[in-house]
């Protein structure tokens, strides 16, 4: 994952794109934003506890683990990123990996560049 994204994608061009049935009754979706950062709500494609049918809900960016009392806990804690190296062995991602995934509805992506001491960093859009 990437530290910012963009969304511009209206609800009902997400919910064709990743063939969702009926939208919610009453759901909105934040407006399209072009700096989307961790800590903020976004809409997620996950599958309900009950059906396992896809749906489109607004979630907060950014993982609570199941050993925190609360969200407090994990302040200025990175759970944006995980490494693949190591996703499937370390506890605080290791069962969300296996059971508690979701897609994330992007347009595009991010990342920061450090040029060199001299330069600032920069923006990158792969």
Same mark, same amino acid.
């Given at each position: 994952m990437c530290g910012r994204y963009y969304r511009r994608s209206d609800k009902q061009k997400i919910a064709e794109a990743f063939h969702l049935g009926k939208l919610p009754e009453g759901f909105v979706l934040p407006p399209a934003d072009y700096n989307v950062a961790p800590t903020t709500s976004q809409p997620v494609i996950r599958a309900e506890h009950e059906t396992g049918e896809r749906e489109l809900v607004t979630m907060r960016w950014g993982m609570v683990p199941h050993f925190a009392k609360s969200l407090a806990d994990f302040n200025g804690f990175n759970t944006i990123? &995980?490494? &693949?190296?190591?996703?499937?062995?370390? *506890?605080? =991602? !290791?069962? *969300?990996? !296996?059971?508690?995934?979701?897609?994330? *509805? &992007?347009?595009?992506?991010?990342? =920061?560049e450090t040029l060199d001491a001299k330069r600032s960093s920069r923006m990158r859009s792969p």
């Open positions: 990123n &995980a490494k &693949a190296e190591t996703l499937t062995t370390k *506890p605080m =991602w !290791r069962d *969300p990996f !296996r059971r508690r995934r979701c897609l994330v *509805p &992007a347009d595009g992506f991010y990342e =920061w």
